[in-house]
């Protein structure tokens, strides 16, 4: 007999484990697709309140009975909806409010919440877009950095709301540099770092184009011990487009040359068709570019306790630490 949709959404959710009751980390991943049984739909939960992401076209029928048996399976408060087809980044400006409603789909509305990762606090706006505040499959590379950047200076590329920033600072990083092309995700970020007790200085936090500001730095000769580049797969500024595909190796080039001999460039990609040995080999081109010799220190990616993967559903995220000379 096969497994209701209920009983494998609330089986899903049980197999995180020791996540259900670490009351340090309040957000993760209760439900990540094909793997956990439930193809085409990923959970993530901040605080206890889910936010499900459909990636295919669902019918309203589909749609309703999934959200019926969320509902039902795991009892929340409150429950959010994004709808991301291939297309989404398109109808994310034309129709915001199919691709990511403000509304709930099921309970309260929710303004905003706070939600812990590894004891830090990040501010969650469930009902904001696509993109809530916080992207979960990185906590196992922030918790890394945090053990890593002591008394060292850290560059965080394509910032968003500036969480590496945030854990670098409590890893006793000297300086922490945002940067951003939004100023409103990086008002985000100063937000976060108030959220911990961290100081601000607004010249930490820049707005603009992340391709325009390292040719700056690096005509400046201003470097840093770590540099984090986790750009979006694709995106378009007033003077770039970016593609991670065709693009990463000038994006690795401009970093590389603001790296301190002996420091290190984490460099990421979340773009799935894009295999591990591929990801390695553009970085690699990008810093031989700049006349740097890397040595790959560490390969890592998702926690596979809630990012769960499969030889048909692989891990998208790709994180390669290279050590530069």
């Excluded at 999934?66 to 291939?86: C, I, T």
């Excluded at 990086?186 to 108030?194: C, I, P, T, Y």
Aim: proline content about 6%; some cysteine; charged content about 25%.
């Amino acid at each position: 007999m096969s497994t209701s949709l209920t009983e494998r959404l609330r089986e899903a959710r049980a197999r995180r484990g020791a996540l259900l009751s670490d009351a340090h980390t309040t957000a993760f991943r209760w439900v990540n697709g094909a793997p956990d049984g439930v193809p085409d739909v990923t959970v993530d939960t901040f605080a206890g309140l889910p936010v499900v992401s459909l990636y295919r076209d669902f019918s309203r029928e589909e749609e309703q009975a999934l959200l019926d048996a969320a509902w039902e399976a795991w009892a929340p408060r409150s429950l959010y909806l994004k709808r991301r087809p291939r297309e989404a980044r398109v109808l994310a400006n034309v129709a915001r409010d199919v691709v990511a409603p403000e509304a709930p789909a099921r309970g309260e509305p929710v303004e905003s919440l706070e939600a812990l990762e590894n004891g830090l606090r990040f501010r969650i706006r469930p009902a904001q877009g696509l993109s809530v505040g916080l992207y979960l499959d990185m906590r196992e590379t922030r918790a890394w950095l945090h053990g890593e950047v002591k008394g060292l200076t850290v560059l965080n590329l394509f910032s968003y709301t500036c969480a590496f920033g945030v854990v670098a600072t409590a890893g006793g990083a000297k300086r922490v540099l945002n940067i951003d092309s939004s100023r409103r995700v990086l008002d985000w970020g100063e937000e976060n770092a108030r959220l911990n007790g961290q100081p601000v200085d607004r010249y930490d936090y820049v707005a603009g184009d992340v391709f325009d500001w390292l040719g700056r730095l690096a005509k400046k000769g201003e470097t840093f011990d770590v540099v984090i580049s986790d750009p979006p797969s694709f995106s378009t500024t007033r003077s770039t487009r970016f593609s991670a595909a065709r693009d990463y190796p000038q994006l690795a080039e401009a970093a590389a040359r603001v790296v301190v001999p002996g420091g290190r460039l984490v460099a990421c990609c979340n773009l799935a068709p894009l295999t591990p040995r591929r990801f390695e080999a553009l970085v690699m081109e990008g810093t031989a570019r700049a006349g740097r010799t890397a040595r790959p220190v560490a390969a890592l990616g998702p926690s596979a306790v809630d990012f769960p993967s499969s030889p048909e559903a692989p891990a998208g995220l790709k994180v390669q630490v290279l050590q530069l000379r």
